[in-house]
């Protein structure tokens, strides 16, 4: 089993910066991806940003040169720093880590979600 914590939403102004953390736990052996998808109401569930263990990362257009994914792979724990905020930013964002649990078989999780408001 594997657990995945999210932190950071919240509501900001347009121009302003967020920090998102999530936190992997569990029987994990590896985590070789760890991504910020996100769902604004009426859309579909979209890949926001991801990241491999050895630190290749791929953003959506729409938040290139704005947001920067990172994470620390001695914690298993992935962030997403969000500047200049927009309003078309607003959504759930969920976390999601795949890779490979302690029994070797793979894991594909997600996060409860965490709320992004940004007010125009």
């Known amino acids: 089993q594997v657990q995945l914590v999210e932190s950071g939403g919240g509501l900001v102004q347009a121009g302003g910066s967020l920090r998102l953390s999530c936190a992997a736990s569990g029987t994990i052996f590896s985590v070789n991806v760890m991504g910020w998808y996100r769902q604004a109401p009426g859309k579909q569930r979209e890949l926001v940003a991801a990241i491999t263990s050895g630190g290749s990362t791929n953003y959506v257009d729409s938040v290139k040169g704005r947001f920067t994914v990172s994470r620390d792979n001695a914690k298993n724990t992935v962030y997403l720093q969000m500047n200049s905020l927009k309003p078309e930013d607003t959504a759930v964002y969920y976390c999601?880590?795949?890779?490979?649990?302690?029994?070797?078989?793979?894991?594909?999780?997600w996060g409860q979600g965490t709320q992004v408001t940004v007010s125009s």
């Open positions: 999601n880590a795949k890779g490979v649990l302690g029994n070797g078989y793979t894991f594909d999780y």
